[in-house]
């Protein structure tokens, strides 16, 4: 079964709003997740580490006050794409790592989220 | 800067004929490889991982390879299926500092296995 569950899988909206994209961790409590970024037929680029109860680290490049993230329960993280423009259009995908992670323990991915700003 | 390379963009086997797909990094520093399986408009899927204190990692069908003085890195699929057509991501991890391993993804390379 699915280890991890995002939502909503599709959004479509206007230039300016903020989405919100939730990303849960069915099987365990999950410390660290991961949100990632795919343009088409390019790669998955990490943007940030979300850790539970303190702030999430950005990766280079990415704007923290443009994509939010709380990472507010051990089960539960998510993204805010804030004030967003058709070049944030892109397929966002989050993983999540188990609080006892080895190293050979893989991340788990969810299904991931279409966004498409109009 | 690409730190990991996959520059077959496709690749197309025949059913029950072999595929290899490759993988090229550059920093000797990445202490472990994944490699994952996708399909459109869906998550990764986890399929086989490496350490690079191995050379080889062998799971039913798929086999990893790690050549680390080359930096090169293959997974073998045999026989293949056409239910292996997906975008075949590779990966690679380093520590962080901490408890958490962060995954650097190659490009990808689209497999297709003909009927």
């Known amino acids: 079964g699915a280890v991890v569950s995002q939502h909503p899988s599709w959004v479509i909206c206007k230039s300016g709003t903020s989405v919100k994209i939730e990303c849960r961790s069915l099987?365990?409590?999950?410390?660290?997740m991961f949100w990632y970024r795919q343009f088409p037929k390019q790669s998955l680029m990490l943007m940030a580490t979300?850790?539970?109860?303190?702030?999430?680290?950005?990766e280079q490049g990415v704007e923290k006050d443009k994509f939010l993230i709380n990472h507010a329960s051990l089960t539960l993280s998510t993204l805010t794409v804030t004030s967003a423009h058709p070049e944030d259009s892109s397929f966002y995908i989050c993983s999540v790592t188990s609080p006892r992670a080895l190293l050979n323990q893989p991340q788990h991915f969810g299904d991931g989220t279409r966004l498409s700003i109009l | 800067d690409q730190q990991v390379k996959q520059n077959s963009p496709s690749l197309s086997v025949q059913e029950g004929r072999i595929s290899i797909l490759n993988c090229d990094y550059t920093?000797?520093?990445?202490?472990?490889f994944l490699w994952y399986k996708k399909y459109p408009a869906e998550g990764p899927t986890f399929l086989i991982s490496?350490?690079?204190?191995?050379d080889k990692n062998e799971d039913g069908r798929f086999t990893v390879f790690l050549n680390k003085s080359a930096k090169h890195l293959s997974l073998h699929i045999v026989p293949s299926q056409p239910g292996d057509s997906a975008v075949y991501f590779c990966a690679a991890s380093k520590k962080d500092g901490g408890a958490t391993n962060k995954l650097i993804f190659g490009t990808g390379t689209l497999l297709a296995v003909q009927p």
């Open positions: 099987d365990f409590q999950a410390t660290t």
């Open positions: 920093n000797s520093m990445f202490d472990y």
């Open positions: 979300s850790n539970e109860g303190s702030k999430a680290t950005y």
């Open positions: 490496i350490s690079s204190i191995k």
